[in-house]
T-cell receptor, first 114, second 112 residues
Framework: ETGVTQTPRHLVMGMTNKKSLKCEQH?????MYWYKQSAKKPLELMFV???????ENNSVPSRFSPECPNSSHLFLHLHTLQPEDSALYLC?????????????FGSGTRLTVV | DAKTTQPPSMDCAEGRAANLPCNHS???????VYWYRQIHSQGPQYIIH???NNETNEMASLIITEDRKSSTLILPHATLRDTAVYYC?????????????FGTGTRLTIIP
């Protein structure tokens, strides 16, 4: 357990479904991130939230919609996904405005789109 | 952030020291070197970071050359649980710039 909890661990969804991924941290961090890791590819940064404001959106399709209601929780809402969206989705948090120890990652949600 | 170059894969015998190199020849004076590792299908795990002095913690040692153009992560007594992909990342650690960009890393396999 790293202090960043992601649920569910595994998710299978159809292309017409709507689902949400949840991330929760109780480390007192004030920045949170979503990464995508497809098979055999490096981690890709999707979204960055700092102090609950979205500060970066790396050209992610609109079928992915993030939400950060407070500094401890981050969601990724999914709708009308494609099979190529199947991947490991990782959440991370950090204490911004300091060198600190970098990011703390969750264990990820393995998403399969059928 | 500066780019890094790592070998795609390495093997190391169990119990021996694993030395993972990283080249970062375009590193700037205010960029830190960070190392993370990712065990299969888990989230990356922070290992160590440094600016210009060598660093050691309970997991590993980080040796940074005097010109800071390369570094080596040392796992002193590798175990099978150290089999993972190791990422070397350089970035500025300053206000509002906490973005981490991962490359392809080095896949380290510990051989029994």
């Amino acid at each position: 357990e790293t202090g960043v909890t992601q649920t569910p661990r595994h998710l299978v969804m159809g292309m017409t479904n709507k689902k949400s991924l949840k991330c929760e941290q109780h480390l007192g961090h004030n920045a949170m991130y979503w990464y995508k890791q497809s098979a055999k590819k490096p981690l890709e940064l999707m979204f960055v939230y700092s102090l609950e404001e979205r500060v970066e959106n790396n050209s992610v399709p609109s079928r992915f919609s993030p939400e950060c209601p407070n500094s401890s929780h981050l969601f990724l809402h999914l709708h009308t996904l494609q099979p190529e969206d199947s991947a490991l989705y990782l959440c991370a948090s950090s204490q911004e405005r300091g060198i600190g120890y970098g990011y703390t990652f969750g264990s990820g949600t393995r998403l399969t789109v059928v | 952030d500066a780019k890094t170059t790592q070998p795609p894969s390495m093997d190391c015998a169990e119990g021996r020291a694993a030395n993972l190199p990283c080249n970062h020849s375009t590193i700037s004076g205010n960029e830190y070197v960070y190392w993370y590792r990712q065990i299969h299908s888990q989230g990356p795990q922070y290992i160590i970071h440094g600016l210009k002095n060598n660093e050691t913690n309970e997991m590993a040692s980080l040796i940074i050359t005097e010109d800071r153009k390369s570094s080596t992560l040392i796992l002193p007594h590798a175990t099978l649980r150290d089999t993972a992909v190791y990422y070397c990342i350089v970035r500025v650690a300053s206000f509002g710039n906490e973005k981490l960009t991962f490359g392809t890393g080095t896949r380290l396999t510990i051989i029994p």
